[in-house]
């Protein structure tokens, strides 16, 4: 008998799924890995067409590999984040931010400026909010026209609420669950449903 699996170490295996999936997993066994694999594509065990040892890999055991890691390789390409080009090992000039890639400077420089423009928007709807409806812990906010920064539309919970309030802001009234009416008002006296 052959040591207990436990006893082995965690080794790298690329996992293809005979479509457009790869993934590199790591397993103490063949057969773990691929299990692994598949679940990580979506495929069935049995749905694997191969799951093969990528001893370039075992050192980033226990996973997930760097992309750069994966690119450096060869053989492997990712999408840019922002523009979904190929980045691949030919690619001259690529950007990484943890397992993001980014084919250039630019498309690393869009993607953090739109990332700070979020933020910037969640706090703006966090203070909207804080000021009309005070306690009210925001659970999504979107804008109502996508290319105007107001109005903008969201949705929270209130203490002593059980349902999300939806509300769209300037306007005077929220949408509140029937059950919630109660809670809302006494809570926030001048906001009626
Ligand atoms: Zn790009």
Not at 8 to 18: C, E, I, N, Q
Not at 76 to 96: G, L, N, S
Not at 125 to 141: I, K, S, T
Request: aromatic share 12%.
């Amino acid at each position: 008998m052959s040591a207990p699996d436990i006893k082995k170490p965690l080794r790298a295996y690329t996992v293809h799924d005979g479509d457009d999936g790869y993934t590199v997993v790591f397993g103490r066994t063949n057969g773990a890995a691929r299990a692994r694999g598949a679940n990580e594509l979506n495929c069935g065990f049995e749905d694997v067409e191969y799951c093969w040892r990528a001893p370039e890999f075992d050192e980033y055991a226990p996973g997930p590999v760097p992309s750069q890691a994966q690119i450096e390789a060869g053989n492997w390409r990712f999408e840019c984040m922002e523009c979904t080009d190929w980045v691949d090992d030919e690619t001259p000039e690529p950007v990484y931010l943890g397992q993001f890639v980014f084919c250039c400077k630019e498309c690393h420089a869009y993607y953090q400026r739109d990332k700070r423009d979020q933020a910037d928007f969640e706090d703006m709807a966090c203070e909207l909010l804080a000021a009309r409806y005070p306690g009210a812990v925001l659970h999504h906010v979107a804008r109502v026209k996508s290319d105007e920064r107001m109005p903008i539309e969201l949705h929270f919970t209130f203490p002593g609420g059980q349902y999300s309030v939806h509300w769209i802001s300037g306007e005077s009234t929220a949408s509140v669950h029937p059950d919630d009416v109660d809670a809302f008002v006494s809570l926030y006296r001048k906001s009626k449903q």
